[in-house]
Nanobody, 128 residues
């Protein structure tokens, strides 16, 4: 499976963006998908992990209540709706599948090596 993140851009604080994680080569229906971001000079950090079917869904504390992940299995895409954006949300956002094609997010879901098939990221810049 190959993943491609898109939808980034420049937005003012308080604004919104919707990122897409589109897949090719396989269906995403049965995979857990992680969203991560990396700001300049910082390590990659977990934003969200959404399990397949009715499995657990996690958000980082920094985005809880502002970001929402949804799955569109018809279009083989996972979306990250980002509202009330803050300057500290500025980063390159990427998506990936759980290693071994696992359908379930782990409780400790932010461990980067647990993910594979990283797609090319998309830049999000929040600035006035």
């Amino acid at each position: 499976v190959q993943l491609q993140a898109s939808g980034g851009g420049l937005v003012q604080p308080g604004g919104s963006l919707r990122l897409s994680c589109a897949a090719s080569g396989d269906k995403l229906d049965y995979y857990a998908i992680g969203w991560f971001r990396q700001a300049p000079g910082k390590e990659r950090e977990g934003v969200s992990c959404v399990s397949a079917l009715d499995g657990p869904l996690y958000y980082s504390d920094s985005v809880q209540g502002r970001f929402t992940v949804t799955r569109d299995n018809t279009n083989n895409t996972v979306y990250l709706q980002m509202n009330n954006l803050k300057p500290e949300d500025t980063a390159v956002y990427s998506c990936a599948i759980r290693a071994n094609r696992s359908p379930r997010c782990k409780t400790k879901w932010t461990f980067v090596p647990d993910f594979q098939a990283w797609g090319q990221g998309t830049q999000v810049t929040v600035s006035s």
